[in-house]
């Protein structure tokens, strides 16, 4: 959350040819309605439901992009899904940083009440072990703009460097 998957996601697209699709701006249009009235009027658990679904539906669309929503990572079906259909990178970022970017959001329910660098290094800090077990390429984005984080990207997946690489400023 927060570190720019979206934007590094359409930037990855146009440089590699390839299709972008995002999981949570794809759940907004079929469901009509933004993440945080799912999450009040459904709750998390069918939040979740969705993106695990969703993730089966675009198990045929290679070569893509796909950026999966926070939370995606939690469930073990959804990582062995993506393992399936290509690498997983996880784009990670410090507290501050990360609350610089959302401060002034009011979409993102799992920060209700706890919008703070406190609030977003716990949340962190519950999902790391997850998310760092999932991930095939891991990359500390402070600093850089999503352009550069993009073509370190590309030039991680060209050159076949060892698939575990942090980069930061």
């Known amino acids: 959350m927060g570190v720019g998957k979206s934007t590094i996601a ?21 469901e009509g309605r933004e993440i945080s009235k799912i999450f009040e009027e459904d709750g998390e658990l069918a939040f979740r439901k969705m993106e695990t679904d969703l993730l089966e539906d675009l198990k045929g669309y290679k070569p893509s992009i796909i950026a999966c929503g926070g ?7 959804n990582v062995e899904s993506m393992k399936r259909q290509g690498k997983i990178l996880l ?5 501050e ?6 401060k002034d959001s009011t979409n993102r329910p799992l920060l209700k009440g706890r919008m703070s660098v406190e609030g977003i290094a716990e949340l962190m800090a519950k999902r790391e072990p997850k998310y760092m077990a999932a991930a ?12 550069m984080v993009a073509e370190k990207i590309v030039e991680i997946l060209e050159n076949s ?8 400023k």
């Open 97 to 102: 940083t990360i609350y610089a970017h959302v």
């Open 136 to 147: 095939d390429i891991c990359m500390l984005t402070d600093g850089m703009t999503p352009r």
């Open 10 to 30: 359409r930037i990855l697209s146009k440089m590699l040819g390839v299709r972008e699709y995002d999981t949570d701006r794809m759940i907004v249009a079929r």
């Open 71 to 77: 939370g995606v990572a939690m469930r073990t079906e």
């Open 91 to 95: 784009l990670t970022a410090s507290p």
């Open 161 to 168: 460097t060892p698939v575990s690489l942090e980069t930061q």
